[in-house]
């Protein structure tokens, strides 16, 4: 099979589900794909990277002429969304309910206790709309918040605009991840410098960048 040239949006268990291959890890701990896997995380994958896609990876089978068969096709594992939904405060949205619509595959349910949902989608779902309700959905269905989800679009944090995305995320004010340093995300990497204490420089230094990385994980890692 051909190099898979990775596009925006796309991640490991999307090209898995394109080539028709069940589990991502088949391709992401093939030895062909080593070099990829020194410098990238399977789920944030930048758009040029090349994904090897081996032979000896996917469906496949033996037989010989004149004889015949049965084949059974199985649906390829979802894959799992978390989000931790917060305000601008950082207060998580606990205990409120939601709907998750994704390629009209609706799911609905109710936040945890630190604001956080987690659903199970198809592998290679590229937008979903998530509406949450601020108070009960049947007395007050119009004090809701709306958000339009584009899926597996945040770049690596040794990309700028993957920094802009994850300064956006935790509330920075950035409103356009635009890969360029402008002065929004300047003023934004200024904010961010002050609060963990760092020098306060609006460049997207090594020190600032790994602390972004640490703080990103630990908010996605926090119960």
Request: aromatic residues 6%; hydrophobic residues 35%; charged residues 25%.
């Amino acid at each position: 099979m051909p190099d898979h040239e990775v596009q925006q949006g796309e991640c490991l268990s999307s090209i898995a589900h394109r080539y028709g291959i069940s589990d991502w890890r088949q391709l992401w701990e093939h030895p062909d794909n080593a070099a990829l896997r020194e410098h990238r995380n399977p789920h944030i994958l930048k758009p040029g990277d090349v994904v090897k896609i081996p032979d000896d990876v996917g469906p496949a089978f033996e037989g010989c002429s004149g004889e015949s068969g049965a084949f059974r096709l199985t649906s390829p594992p979802p894959t799992t969304l978390q989000l931790n939904l917060t305000d601008a405060f950082g207060n998580p949205y606990a205990h409120k309910e939601y709907e998750l619509d994704v390629d009209g595959q609706v799911q609905r349910g109710t936040t945890a206790e630190n604001g956080r949902l987690c659903c199970e989608i198809a592998p290679d779902a590229a937008s979903a709309t998530l509406t949450l309700w601020l108070d009960s959905a049947a007395q007050a269905p119009d004090r809701k918040l709306v958000w339009t989800l584009d899926l597996g679009h945040l770049d690596p944090i040794e990309e700028l605009t993957g920094v802009q995305a994850r300064l956006k995320s935790l509330g920075y004010g950035i409103d356009e991840i635009s890969g360029s340093l402008d002065e929004p995300t300047r003023r934004a990497l200024r904010m961010f410098q002050a609060e963990e204490r760092l020098p306060i420089t609006g460049e997207a230094d090594e020190a600032t960048v790994s602390r972004l990385a640490r703080r990103y994980e630990d908010r996605e890692e926090s119960v």
